[in-house]
């Protein structure tokens, strides 16, 4: 079955460069998204990338992806402390575009 | 326009009881989603609907889950004779199939707390 996988926590001064790393196992994966998920807040959708592609950008976020590894990046440039949040990767594939496999999460803590 | 809301935002029930946790999608979203939150497991997808078609459940845990959605909209997520295992958050989203990204919209969530 599909496995998605995160570091658990990453602590970045504010105004320094966020990288949140993710592997996936599932090779027929189509689409990957990053969600993030304030405390005690749903999952909010912030960027994704078709698995053709190997870069996204939008605003302070870059997308990067290496199918041939099956490792998808998150870069957030100036990270503010406001991005403090639980970072989600999640995958889905031809077929079972219902549901989506998630990873289990990066904390990312911003300190000043 | 009004996002995804769930109700109760917290419940807190007795063993053995049962539970409903509604989810509202989007207006005009026909795709409904539940997934599951806990700290030993992540997140879980549960049950997913479109339309009229016949849910996929393959994600429910055990027989005492279950759900429905009423008039292509609302869905009632029950819970039957609640352990504490299914402590957790329950979350739904919505999406509009056919946009090939298949982008869901969260709710924020029901926390549960079985004792």
């Known amino acids: 079955g599909e496995d998605v996988e995160q570091s658990l926590f990453l602590s970045v001064r504010e105004g320094d460069s966020s990288v949140i790393n993710c592997t996936y196992t599932?090779?027929?994966?189509?689409?990957l998204y990053w969600y993030k998920q304030e405390p005690g807040a749903g999952l909010q959708l912030l960027t994704y990338?078709?698995?053709?592609?190997d870069m996204k950008q939008d605003q302070r976020l870059t997308v990067l992806l290496n199918k041939k590894d099956k490792h998808l990046s998150l870069r957030i440039a100036d990270t503010q402390t406001g991005d403090s949040a639980i970072y989600f990767c999640?995958?889905?594939?031809?077929?079972?575009?219902?549901?989506?496999?998630f990873g289990t999460g990066t904390r990312l803590q911003v300190t000043l | 326009g009004a996002g995804v809301s769930q109700s109760p935002s917290n419940k807190v029930t007795e063993k053995g009881k049962d539970v409903e946790l509604r989810c509202d999608p989007i207006?005009?979203?026909?795709?409904l989603y539940w997934y599951r939150q806990s700290l030993g497991q992540g997140l879980e997808f549960l049950i997913y609907?479109?339309?009229?078609?016949?849910?996929?459940k393959s994600g429910l845990p055990s027989d005492r889950f279950s759900a429905e959605r009423t008039g292509g909209s609302v869905s009632t997520l029950t819970i039957q004779r609640t352990q504490q295992e299914d402590s957790a958050v329950y979350l739904c989203?919505?999406?509009?199939?056919?946009?090939?990204?298949?982008?869901?919209?969260f709710g924020p969530g029901t926390r549960l707390t079985v004792t």
């Open positions: 609907f479109q339309g009229n078609s016949a849910p996929d």
């Open positions: 990338i078709f698995s053709n592609m």
């Open positions: 999640a995958e889905s594939s031809p077929g079972t575009a219902s549901k989506l496999t």
């Open positions: 989203a919505s999406s509009v199939p056919g946009r090939r990204t298949y982008e869901q919209y």
């Open positions: 207006s005009g979203h026909t795709a």
């Open positions: 599932d090779s027929s994966s189509t689409y």
